[in-house]
C-alpha cells in the first residue's frame, strides 16, 4: 500500500493509537485495588531496630 497519502497513513496511526490509550485506561481502571491494612505498624516495630554490634 505505498499509494496511500501520508494523511492517510497519519489518520490510521491516531486511529489506533487513541484505540489503544482508551483500551489501557479501561483495564487499568477496571481493576479494584485493596486497601492495605493498619497492620503495617507491627511488622516495623521500635525493638527489631536495635542493632548487636
Known amino acids: ?8 497513513w497519519l489518520s490510521l496511526f491516531l486511529i489506533f493509537s487513541i484505540t489503544f490509550i482508551l ?21 516495623y516495630s521500635t525493638t527489631s531496630l536495635n542493632w548487636k554490634w
Open 1 to 8: 500500500m505505498p499509494q496511500m497519502a501520508p494523511i492517510g
Open 23 to 43: 483500551f489501557s485506561m479501561m483495564n487499568y481502571y477496571s481493576v479494584i485495588t485493596k486497601t492495605p491494612s493498619s497492620k503495617v505498624s507491627d511488622k
